[in-house]
Every structure is written in structure tokens, then in C-alpha cells.
């Protein structure tokens, strides 16, 4: 399979796959969910650190030269500013929890003008989010497949809790089930487009490349510590950080397994 074929099945997949697990999520009972979904979060984190940390800005480091590594520096530095002012703007904000501070209306008193635009607005941010989520894997591929393939499962595994929150946002906002999955799976196939783009621009801009693994990086590290571990500084107990440390050093050790068997 040539490169884009990679980007495009991958993406797909990712998303596909990624709604459908959430959707299986939402039909645990509510209280086992609120449970477990830290802790889905607490992996996803490691995920996302690990592949940022130990794949993406190590070969955009090596790619760079000794001469570039400032300019990768730079790149990181300024996709976390880029990915700091989306979110400011509302068009990248993510939600883990079925009560959202930021998606839920203020006043709430069952009328659909008031509760339908958390929805509206959940679906145009995450698909511009998926949007550069595909860039970012069509990034990774056009460097390594296994580099590529890294980088999509640790997407995968922060949008799985990341689409519950959605569902349970457009849910809150007047949505039926079938709507709220019809819309998320649209939402989804941004990644396609995503990686579509990213494979005709980066591809006709080889040397652009390692400083596309530096914003790359800075999306998942700023998605990882800006968003997902504020939310589990929520469970203060002694059981529950311990075992939220272990997952995140699992998905972590994850991260670096692939990294040793499959080396780019």
C-alpha cells in the first residue's frame, strides 16, 4: 500500500472506529461510566505524551539537522500558541466529562434555542479539530509507516474519550442518539480531509516536514496537559491517582515498546 493509501485508511479507520467505541461506552450505566472514563483519559494521556515525546519530536529533531534544531524548537513552541488561540476562539474544545462546564448553557430551562448550540458548536469544533488531526497523521506517515501508525493509535486513543463527552454534550442539547452518532461520524471524516490536505501540501514541501512534526507534537502534548490532566487532578484519592499514574506510565510504556520493536 503506497503512502496515501496509508493516510487514507488510517484516518478513516481512526475515525470510524473512534465513534463507534464511544458509542459502545454510552451504553454502560451512567455511574460505571463517570467512573471509568478517567481513567480512559489517564491512558490516552500517556498515549499522547509518549508519541509526541518519544516519536514525533525526536525524528523532527533528527530530520532538522543540527542546524534546524532552534527552528524545531520554534515550530513547538508556536503550534502550542496556535493550538492555545483555537481553543480560545471555541473552535477546539474538548469535553470528557457528561456534565461540561464549558458546553452546557447557563440557563437551562428546556427551551431548544438555549440547549441546541452546545451541539452546533461541539460538531464545528471537533471537525476542525479532526481536520488537523488528519494533517497531523498524513505527517507522520509521509516520514515512516510505523511512525505514521504510532501517531494514528494515539490520536485514536484520546478521541474515544473525547467523543464521549461530545455525545454526551449533543445528547444534553436536544439531540437523539441516531443524531448525535449521524453528526459525530460526519464530524469524523474531517480526518480524511485532514489528511488529504496534509498529503498534497507536505508532501510538495519535503523540507517542511520536521517543523510539520513540531506542531504536530505541540498538538498532542498541549491536548495531553492542557486538557486531559487538569481533568484528572479532579480525583484526589490515593487509589485513584495511583492507578491513574499507572496508566498513563502504560500508555507511555506503549509508546516506547512500539518505538523499540519498530524503529524508524
Known amino acids: 500500500m503506497n503512502t496515501l ?17 464511544a458509542s459502545l461506552f454510552l451504553l454502560v450505566p451512567s455511574m460505571a461510566r463517570t467512573r471509568a472514563l478517567p481513567f480512559l483519559v ?8 509518549g508519541a ?3 516519536g514525533l519530536l525526536p525524528e523532527a529533531i533528527e530530520l532538522a539537522g543540527p542546524s534546524g534544531y532552534g527552528s524545531v524548537g520554534l515550530s513547538l513552541l508556536g ?18 466529562e457528561d456534565h461540561c462546564e464549558t458546553h452546557a448553557p447557563e440557563h437551562d430551562h428546556g427551551k431548544p434555542d438555549h440547549t441546541r448550540a452546545p451541539g452546533v458548536m461541539i460538531v464545528v469544533g471537533e471537525t476542525m479539530h479532526n481536520v488537523l488531526d488528519g494533517v497531523l497523521i498524513a505527517a507522520a506517515f509521509l516520514i515512516d509507516i510505523n511512525l ?7 490520536v485514536l486513543a484520546h478521541e474515544v474519550p473525547s467523543e464521549v463527552g461530545n455525545f454526551a454534550v449533543m445528547l444534553h442539547s436536544g439531540m437523539s442518539r441516531a443524531q448525535a452518532f449521524g453528526w459525530n461520524l460526519f464530524s469524523a471524516m474531517g480526518a480524511v480531509l485532514g489528511g488529504l490536505l496534509g498529503y498534497l501540501t507536505l508532501s ?12 504536530s507534537a505541540a498538538s498532542l502534548l ?9 481533568g484528572l487532578h479532579r480525583r484526589v484519592g490515593g487509589k485513584d491517582s495511583v492507578l491513574q499514574v499507572l496508566l498513563i506510565g502504560l500508555g507511555v510504556g506503549l509508546v516506547a515498546l512500539v518505538e523499540h520493536l519498530h524503529p524508524h
Open 204 to 215: 510538495a514541501l519535503r523540507p517542511a516536514l520536521p517543523y510539520a512534526l513540531g506542531v
Open 5 to 21: 493509501g496509508w493516510i487514507i485508511g488510517f484516518t478513516l479507520f481512526g475515525g470510524v472506529a473512534g465513534v463507534l467505541l
Open 52 to 54: 509526541a515525546l518519544l
Open 79 to 96: 503550534g502550542i500558541a496556535l493550538f492555545f488561540v483555537l481553543e480560545k476562539l471555541v473552535l477546539w474544545r474538548h469535553c470528557h
Open 42 to 49: 489517564a491512558f490516552a494521556t500517556g498515549a499522547l505524551l
Open 148 to 154: 505514521g501508525i504510532m501517531t494514528g493509535f494515539a
Open 222 to 230: 498541549y491536548v495531553a496537559v492542557a486538557d486531559l490532566i487538569p
